[in-house]
C-alpha cells in the first residue's frame, strides 16, 4: 500500500444509493443512507447496463449474480429515482447472471440479452437468453417491459460466457447488429441479428480476434463509419489493439494490430478515449488512447494507441493503493471541454484522473494534426469514498437536469453522484463573465424597454 493521496475530496456528492436487496415490496430501498443486502444480492462488473433513449431519456438495469435484474430511471419531472425490479421468463432459480447487454433499436425495440450458469448442476450448464427478438413496442403507450420479459429464447453455451457486449459488421453493404460473448474456450462468439442472434463465429466477422493465448475478460469495439477499433484484454494480463477496414476482404482488412504482454494480471478495465474535441469535427482515430486496468498493477493509458501501439504510455499515480481496480471510463466531469479519468477500486474509491494536454504544435506521441495532444503527465485530481467496493462506473445525465451524474455500482448497489451545485453556479458565472456580449446584452435588454416587436425583456 503507497502513502496517503494529497488530493483534495470529490466534488460530488452521494444524492440517491439504491440497496441491491430492493423489491417490489420494499419501497425504502431508496435512500440517502447505505444499508448492508443479502451477499446473494451481490452483482459484478459486468452488471451494470445503460440504456439510452430516442428523446434523452437513460435506464440504467442492474443485474444481480442470484438472477434478480432492476431498473432504475427518472421518469420526467421526478426528483426521485424510480426503481422496479424486471422479470426475466426463463431465468432459474439457481441461475447466477454473469453479464447482460441490449440494443436499442428504437422506440419501438429493444433487444436484451442475458448470460448465466446454473450453479446447481454439475457440470454447470450456462445459457444465453435472448429477450424481445420478435416483440414490436407501440409508440402511443408508456414503455413496459412485460411484452420483452416474456419473449424470450435461450441459447445452450458449451462454454463459461464473460462480458458481453455488441457492434455492427458490413454484410455485403449494410450494417447489421451482432452480439459479441468472449468465452473460456478463447473463442469470441458472434451473434447475427438476421440470423435469429444464433453463434455464427466459424464466418470470419473479426479476424483480429483470433489467437488469443487467454480468456477474454475485457473487451471494446468502437466503430465509425466502416472502419473499427478493437481493444481486448485478457485474464493473463494480454492486450491486444487492432484498427480494420470492414470493406476489406479476411486478408487485408486488419490495417494495424498491436498486442502487449507487460500488464500483470487479469484485466479488469478497458476504455478507449479520445482528448480532441468532436464539438467541430470528428477526432481522427489515432487520436484515441487506451485506459487499462488490471487486478494488480497500477492503471495505465498507452497513448495514441492506433499510432504508436504500446510503445508510449503513462502510469494513473495512486491507483494501486486501494486494493484491485474494477473499472474506468472517461468523460467531461469538469465541463472544461476536455475528458478526465475514472477509476473505480475494490478499495471503496473513485479516483479521477487529468491527462495534460496542450493545443498547438504536436509532441512525440501526439496526433500530429495541431489540435488537442496529450504530453504524457497526468494528475490525480480528487478521489470519492464510498461504503462498498465499485465494480462498475457510468457517467450520463440520468437525472435529466443537464449537468450529469457519476454512477457507480458497488457490491451493496447502486450509487448516483451528483454535482456540487454551488461549483456548477461558479463555473457557470465565470463563464458568462468570459463572454462579456452575454451580459451586456442582458443587461440592455432588462432597463424596461421593448424590442422591436414589442417583447419584454
Not at 2 to 24: C, D, K, L, N
Not at 186 to 208: A, K, N, Q
Not at 243 to 258: A, N
Request: charged fraction near 20%.
Amino acid at each position: 500500500m503507497m502513502s496517503t493521496m494529497s488530493v483534495r475530496q470529490s466534488p460530488f456528492h452521494e444524492a440517491y444509493f439504491i440497496s441491491s436487496s430492493f423489491t417490489s415490496a420494499s419501497a425504502a430501498g431508496i435512500s440517502h443512507q447505505h444499508c448492508e443486502s443479502d451477499a446473494q444480492q451481490q452483482t459484478n462488473i459486468y452488471g451494470l447496463l445503460p440504456l439510452a433513449f430516442p428523446g434523452g431519456s437513460t435506464k440504467l438495469l442492474v443485474a444481480t449474480v442470484r438472477g434478480q435484474v432492476t431498473c432504475v430511471e427518472f421518469q420526467s419531472g421526478s426528483l426521485r429515482p424510480s426503481v422496479s425490479p424486471i422479470h426475466f421468463s426463463y431465468l432459474p432459480a439457481d441461475a447466477e447472471i454473469v453479464s447482460i447487454d441490449a440494443l436499442v433499436k428504437d422506440v419501438e425495440r429493444v433487444v436484451v440479452g442475458i448470460t448465466f450458469v446454473k450453479r446447481d448442476s454439475e457440470p454447470k450448464e450456462a445459457f444465453f437468453n435472448l429477450y424481445g427478438v420478435n416483440t414490436r413496442l407501440s409508440q402511443d403507450s408508456p414503455f413496459s417491459w412485460e411484452k420483452i420479459t416474456e419473449d424470450w429464447n435461450a441459447l445452450d453455451l458449451k462454454f463459461t460466457p464473460f462480458q458481453l457486449t455488441h457492434t455492427e459488421i458490413l454484410v455485403g453493404e449494410k450494417l447489421e447488429t451482432v452480439f459479441l460473448l468472449p468465452g473460456d474456450d478463447f473463442v469470441v462468439h458472434v451473434y447475427r441479428e438476421t440470423l435469429g442472434f444464433s453463434d455464427d463465429s466459424s464466418e470470419p466477422w473479426f479476424p483480429e480476434l483470433r489467437g488469443v493465448p487467454s480468456s477474454i475478460t475485457k473487451l471494446e469495439v468502437f466503430r465509425r463509419d466502416y472502419q473499427r477499433v478493437t481493444a481486448l484484454g485478457c485474464q493473463s494480463g494480454y492486450l491486444k489493439c487492432s484498427l480494420v477496414d470492414m470493406t476489406r476482404s479476411e486478408e487485408t482488412c486488419v490495417l494495424k494490430s498491436f498486442c502487449s504482454e507487460v500488464v500483470d494480471g487479469p484485466i479488469t478495465c478497458l476504455h478507449l478515449f479520445t482528448c480532441e474535441s468532436s464539438s467541430v469535427h470528428a477526432p481522427e482515430l489515432d487520436s484515441y488512447h487506451l485506459l487499462v486496468g488490471s487486478a494488480i498493477e497500477l492503471g495505465v493509458v498507452f497513448l495514441n494507441i492506433i499510432r504508436l501501439g504500446f510503445s508510449h504510455s503513462v502510469s494513473l499515480p495512486h491507483s494501486s493503493a486501494h486494493d484491485s481496480i474494477m473499472c474506468g471510463l472517461s468523460g467531461d466531469l469538469n465541463w472544461d471541454g476536455r475528458p478526465e479519468l475514472l477509476l473505480g477500486t475494490y478499495g471503496k474509491e473513485i479516483l479521477a484522473y487529468e491527462l495534460d494536454t496542450h493545443g498547438g504544435s504536436s509532441t512525440a506521441v501526439g496526433t500530429g494534426n495541431g489540435t488537442c495532444t496529450c504530453t504524457g503527465g497526468v494528475e490525480c485530481l480528487w478521489r470519492h469514498s464510498l461504503a462498498h467496493p465499485v465494480l462498475a462506473l457510468w457517467h450520463g445525465d440520468i437525472t435529466r437536469d443537464g449537468l450529469g451524474e457519476v454512477v457507480a455500482l458497488s457490491t451493496r448497489g447502486l450509487h448516483i453522484l451528483q454535482h456540487d451545485l454551488s461549483e456548477a453556479c461558479a463555473v457557470l458565472t465565470s463563464r458568462l463573465e468570459e463572454k462579456p456580449f452575454l451580459t451586456d446584452a442582458s443587461s440592455s435588454m432588462g432597463d424596461g424597454k421593448k424590442d422591436t416587436e414589442g417583447t419584454r425583456w
